[in-house]
Structure formats: C-alpha cells, structure tokens
C-alpha cells in the first residue's frame, strides 16, 4: 500500500516527540518530511542555560542526532524556513523554493521571542534568549565586554543572567514587576530568590521601565535609558520579556488563529489535514510554553494522525521547576491562593527554605517551593490526580518520604508506585515506560535509561528516583556511577576526592583559594559545594583555615533545630546520657518560665524541648547553662550507654563512664555526617550498640568495637572492627578511626557509606593493623579538635556571639 505523506514544520521538541510517539504506534504509515530553520538536528531547549554556563556544550543536547532521522527514513530539510502552505493543492514551500507535498500536515512552529518596541532596540549588541544561535552571540559578547543588562526578571531572564555572570560578566537584572519570577513564585519566594541571587552578584532593578536603547555612532549598544529618566550603560543588552506563538505561517495560509492556532482536543486545526501542537498552539484559550504540556500534546496529536482516534487533549496542570546558581524553585497549580482556599506554609530563611502548598476542597491544587524542592513532584503528582489529601495533611508539608502508612508509597518506595505515576516532567515519561524498557531492553545503567526513554534527559532532577527504579528491577545488577566518580555539582568537573586531594596537595586554604583554583564555573558556587567545601578546607588544614559559619548547614548557623510551625527545638547536653537533679531542675524551670509546649526524652537518651519561640532561644540557653548544639551539626551527636557494672547485674564493664569519656574525649568533632556512638555494659547491648556509628560492647575481658552502623531509614548493622582491654584503648581505636574517616570520607557520605566504598580492610589496616598510624591518626585528631572548639561552651555567656545570632536570626 502507498505510504501517506506527513510534512512536518518545526524541528522543535514538540515535533519531534509527536514523530517518536508516532512512529511507536506505526512506523510505516507515513513518509515523513521534517523543516527546520536551525542548522541543527533536534536540540533539547531546555538545557540552552548549561550551554550559556560552560557545564555542556552543543553536542551534549542534541536529543535526535542525523542518524536517527536516517534510521527512521525521515527526510530532514534544516536551514530552510517554510514560507507558504497551499492548503487547495496539500503542499508547503520553502524559501529556497523547496516543495512538499502533504497528506497530513504537522505546524510544530514553536514561539517568537518578545522585543520590545522601544528605540534602539535593533542596535548591535541587543540579543534575545532563544536558540543556540543567541547563545553563542551571548557567548561572543562575554569574551569581549564587561556590563549586560537583562531585561526580564522571568524564568529566561534570570537564566541569561546566570550565564552571562558565570562568564564573568557584571549583569544587571531590569524587572517591571515588582518581583521576581512572578508567574512562577508568590511574593516570599521570589523575596528569598532575590535575595540569594544579589549575594552571588547580580544586581536588580525592580519596577522599571524600560524606555529606550542607546548606542553610540557606529550602532553599538552603549546602555539603557528608564521612564524615570535614569541610566544603566551597557555592552550587550539580553531582552527576555516573554515569547509569542509563532502564527505567521497559519496566518497566511487562513488557518484560524487567536493568540496561537486555534486547535481542539485532538490537536486538528479547522483544516481537517493539519494539526498543530507546541508553543505555537492555543488550546482552550490556552498557550503553553512549557516542555510538559508539550509532550501531552505531541502524545495525543501522534494518536490520530496513526488513526487511532481513541485520545484527547483536556489541558494541563503545569509546573516549573529552576535551578539557578545552585538555587531551587518549584511551582505548580493555584499556588497563590485566596478567596475560599487555605494555605500551609513553612518559612526558614535563614536556611534558605520556604514551602507553600495551597489546600481547597480536602485537596491540593498548589504549590510553592524554595530551596527544597525534592518533593515537587510527589505533589504535582497530588495536585494532578485531585484526590483528598484528608489522610495526609498532619504530613504533607513534610514530603513523600514522611507518609508513612497512609496508603501512598514514599519517596523511596519505587515499588508502590504505579505505572502511570510520571517520573521524569521534562520528557512525560512514567515509570511504566522506564521499567518496559528496562525489562525489554536489558537496560542496567542510568544512561541507557536516558538513551531508550529520555527520562533524566533533561534537568536532571528524575536522576535520581531513576536510579532507584533501575535497582528495583535489576537488582544488584544495576551499575549505578558511585558518587566517587560524579562531579560534585554542577558549578565544577571534580569528583569529591578531586577536591581533597587538591586542597590538601596545593594548600588552599579557604573556599575562595579552592574555587579560584579549580577554575569553579559560578562565582560563588551552590548549596551544594558550599558546605562541602568549607568542610574540606576545615578538616584538612585545622588551625589554619578560617571556618565559613554562612557555608554551614542551616541548623549549624542557628545551633537550633527548626520544627514545622517555625518553633526550635532544644537538647541540652547531658555526658553519656547522665544527668543530675540540678539540672533537671534547671530544664523544668525554663521549661515553664518559656511555656514549651512538649518535652521529651530523645532515642539518644537526651532531654528535647520542642516548640520554642525563635525569640526565647538566646535566654533559653543562659538559663540552662548547658550547651544544645551538639544535636543538629554534622559532627558528633550523642554517645548512648546503659548502667553497666555500677548497677546492672549483668554488666561486665562501667559502660556509662566509659561512654562520658568518649563523649569528653570527641566533643566538638565535626565530619562529614552526623556521628552517633553508644556504649553497652555487656553483650545484652541495651545501649543499641550494633547499629552505631562506633558500637562498644563490654565483655569479660575488655571491650569490642563496631563500626560502621546506621539506624537511619535504611538499618546498617555495624561490623565487628577490634577486640581492646583498656579505655584508653577505646578512646585511640575510635579516635583513630573517626580521624581516618574525617579525612577519606566525602561530605554527607556515612561511615556506613564509607566502608562501603573503602572496604573495611582498607581501615583495618591504617587503624588496627598499624599501631604507629593509628598513634598519629589519633593524635591529629587530638590537634584538630584543640581548634574544634564546642561553640556552645563559650556562646552562653559571649554576648558577641549572642549578637550574631541574633543576626543571623534577624
């Protein structure tokens, strides 16, 4: 039979996906004839930030390289712009005189980027933000000049803006609203966004207008000129105000449009022969310019031009999802609220948090996050699927992972998560897709994953969860990239062990030294380096290099932890769990003199005052007079013991003294993880030794140590490490140990995670096996915390440091 003729105009992501959903469903109906006005084969757009940055090139987006136009016996016409449709003779024209016959016609033409029709707004050096070609003219500039505004405090905007500063520009943001990302983010948002953007080093000008551009006698860009009268000189100008459905084409060939081509659910425009789908699309009135609803159109567009004619399109429930200079922002739904809806919100920022979730009807319609964003999607899942969130709400705004039995698989669990639940948003791809083609393809790495589905493809974000599906359905055989061998983030190429070995080889002293030194992408990297860094830099030079308090984790700056209505929580310190009636005394009066709403006594055998107003905290600690800090840094939380021989008539060794001797002999250490010990009085183990951090059981003869346990989400039991006599064995072998893993260990990896990678021969030998090593492995440790301070010993009655964290507070 004679094959149909399917011309498609536009090369664009929402084209292409229609073709690859189409050729699922019938790979033989069509001869296909592709346009594009690009000289490039199928690129991903989304990833044009990267390209602007450095982090990837051209080459590294291509999602639909020439081969597989060839494979697929897809004719590709590129660097040719179709310019009329003869709808009466079924075929379109290109501009160098091309003509191709249609049966069934497919307008994929995407958007228009917006210029403002100001004056001067064609001079040389005016740029859009669009396609590779405005990237490289971007590119181009930032060799060359020093000053870019941009015009556009969007999604774009903001972006170019990034991009341009890790080039090494000066940008200035120019915004007529008055904040930031103001489709995407409510007011506090977009307050904690512009805040963290302006300490890496862009400026804003919110609530300006642009009036004109101005240039200097040759037509080069020289600056911008406001309504106010006020100026801003310039060497390039980036206007990303927004885009416009491209309907030039289907205007000229009387295809009904309005604010894009008028379409209906099944992606026919009034022209029975063409459909339509993508950015240039209006659907209900509606244009989307995100990757998401295009791919829900190219789905449904693939089914009827197959003839299938089984699918509608109804609309979409969008979110955005941006990582910007290391910083996270999601949104999804109604998240601005109002009128008969209630909202929840959680606002942290001094650690960078805020969330917002929008409840209407017992159901979530939306959400706004920044900063922690892991959960987005678990509540776009929500949001699109309408269902009463009554069974959830005393949880939801602490994510998937903290449902637990109320009947919705948490964020770990890829087992209970249904076919249909959508994985990766960028590329609409479900986990039914992920795991047909991992069963049907024998697929066992991430990156063969992206290849057959294009899940992760994108952002990056879904990385993640498709892993834990590729474990779930292969198992062990799963080959997985261990974080050894993984960039940090994405601001460098270094692994974590790159990074120590170059501060420790070539003495960088300060994140600044490290950054500068291994040519960091962004100027002051992310959430994500910052810590590690200031982590690394620490631990290796101790006395020596300055400690960053800002590049902590945000309960490390606070010394509090913070609670889901905004109160703190306080652990008083009481060695090995022992206390006294003094002190008991102590922590009952300020538990009334401060009306704290819940205390309770910790699994660590430690006294919590929960619900603590912000304001009370200072007071709260110099009324106690003992230190709380411990609890919340990642460094050494609590040693848990039981009586031992002075009471237990099983006990075989003083396990209580012996657990307030470690405790005294660490106290202050930080590492790369939180650190929990214990210490049991005989082999009962009533101190939960075996799942410690460093486990120390009594026997008759001595002690044995454990190492490497976790208690966390996933228990680790903690394997038998040494056999010892003394307490000042105890104190070396552990203090050895802990010095070895601060020093080989990644940033945020457990030392169960640690063993793991090292293997527990590898330790036992520098520790066990080498008495000299082990001696100056504990005596560097001995060094390091002689810097190491406990800050809470000094900041109860220190009223500079009292201020600062009334500034940091503030």
């Known amino acids: 039979m004679k094959k149909l003729k399917l011309v498609v105009v536009g090369n664009g992501m929402a084209g292409v996906r229609t073709l690859e959903e189409l050729l699922k469903l019938d790979p033989n109906l069509y001869d296909i004839t592709v346009f594009g006005s690009e000289p490039y084969p199928n690129y991903n757009r989304i990833l044009l930030s990267p390209v602007l940055t450095g982090e990837q090139t051209i080459q590294d987006i291509i999602l639909n390289d020439l081969d597989w136009y060839a494979q697929n016996r897809i004719e590709l016409l590129l660097n040719r712009n179709v310019v009329k449709i003869n709808r009466a003779r079924k075929e379109v024209q290109a501009d160098d005189g091309t003509v191709a016959k249609y049966d069934r016609l497919l307008l994929a033409t995407g958007s228009n980027p917006v210029i403002l029709p100001v004056p001067g707004c064609d001079l040389n050096g005016v740029v859009t933000f669009r396609d590779i070609r405005d990237v490289n003219r971007m590119i181009d500039a930032a060799k060359v000049y020093r000053h870019a505004v941009v015009i556009g405090g969007g999604l774009l905007g903001l972006e170019a803006a990034n991009g341009l500063a890790a080039r090494g520009m000066k940008v200035s943001v120019v915004h007529l609203g008055s904040s930031l990302l103001d489709r995407q983010l409510d007011s506090a948002a977009a ?56 309907t030039e084409l289907a205007d000229q060939a009387g295809i009904h449009t309005d604010r894009g081509i008028i379409v209906n659910d099944t992606l026919q425009t009034y022209d029975p022969s063409i459909y339509a789908v993508g950015e240039c699309v209006s659907h209900r009135g509606m244009a989307y310019g995100l990757v998401a609803p295009l791919f829900e159109q190219a789905k449904v567009a693939a089914n009827h031009l197959a003839f299938f004619g089984i699918s509608r399109y109804p609309g979409s429930v969008t979110s955005t999802k941006l990582k910007v200079t290391g910083i996270d922002v999601f949104s999804a739904g109604d998240y601005t609220g109002g009128g008969d809806t209630e909202a929840i919100t959680l606002s942290d920022p001094i650690g960078g948090v805020y969330k917002k979730l929008v409840i209407k009807d017992d159901k979530l319609i939306g959400a706004c996050l920044y900063g922690d964003t892991v959960d987005g999607a678990w509540y776009f899942r929500l949001i699109r699927e309408a269902k009463s969130i009554n069974d959830l709400r005393d949880h939801l705004m602490f994510g998937e992972g903290s449902v637990g039995d109320t009947g919705h698989a948490g964020q770990n669990s890829v087992a209970g998560m249904s076919d249909d639940t959508e994985v990766c948003g960028c590329n609409g791809v479900c986990k039914g897709t992920i795991v047909k083609a991992i069963r049907e393809q024998g697929l066992f790495t991430v990156d063969e994953v992206k290849k057959h589905t294009k899940a992760a493809s994108s952002c990056g974000s879904c990385a993640g969860l498709v892993e834990q599906i590729l474990i779930n359905c292969v198992g062990g055989a799963a080959n997985i990239k261990p974080k050894s061998e993984k960039p940090i983030c994405g601001c460098c190429n270094f692994t974590h062990g790159e990074i120590r070995k170059a501060i420790r080889e070539h003495r960088l002293m300060s994140i600044a030294d490290a950054m500068r030194f291994l040519e960091w992408r962004s100027a002051d990297g992310c959430a994500t380096c910052r810590p590690a860094l200031n982590y690394y830099v620490t631990s290796t030079w101790p006395g020596q290099a300055r400690d960053d308090a800002q590049s902590r984790l945000a309960n490390e700056r606070t010394h509090a932890n913070i609670q889901k209505d905004g109160t703190y929580s306080v652990v008083p310190r009481m060695w090995g769990g022992v206390t006294t009636p003094a002190e008991l005394r102590r922590i009952a009066d300020v538990a009334d003199k401060y009306h704290v709403p819940r205390v309770k006594v910790t699994g660590g055998q430690r006294i919590d005052l929960l619900g603590i107003q912000k ?42 003294a012996m657990g307030i001797a470690l405790e005294k002999d660490l106290v202050g250490m930080s590492s790369p993880h939180k650190v929990k010990l214990a210490v049991s009085g005989c082999p009962r183990n009533c101190a939960e030794s075996g799942i410690k951090d460093i486990g120390v059981i009594a026997v008759d003869s001595g002690w044995e140590l454990y190492v490497g346990g976790n208690g966390g989400i996933k228990t680790e039991v903690a394997q038998f490490f040494v056999k010892v006599k003394t307490a000042e064995e105890v104190l070396e072998y552990s203090g050895a140990f802990l010095q070895l893993y601060r020093e080989e260990a990644f940033y945020l990896e457990r030392t169960c995670h640690y063993l793991g990678r090292v293997g527990l021969d590898h330790v036992k030998a520098r520790v066990v096996n080498d008495a000299s090593h082990r001696a100056e492995l504990y005596a560097r440790l001995k060094f390091a915390l002689s810097f190491e301070k406990d800050p809470w010993v000094e900041r109860i009655a220190n009223p500079a440091a009292r201020r600062e964290f009334e500034t940091l507070t503030a």
């Not at 904690?192 to 004109?212: D, K, P, V, W, Y």
């Open 615 to 656: 304001k009370d905290l200072p007071n709260v600690w110099k009324d106690l007079d003992m230190p709380s800090g411990h609890a919340y840094g990642k460094g050494l939380r609590t040693v848990k013991t039981c009586v031992g021989s002075e009471f237990c008539r099983f006990g075989t060794q003083d396990s209580t």
């Open 191 to 246: 307050g904690l966004l512009q805040t963290s953007l302006e300490q890496r080093g862009l400026t804003f000008l919110m609530a300006h207008q642009t009036e004109s551009v101005m240039g200097d006698e040759a037509g080069k860009v020289k600056g911008i000129r406001f309504k106010d009268g006020s100026e801003l000189a310039a060497d390039l100008i980036v206007m990303a105000v927004g885009i416009r459905p491209n």
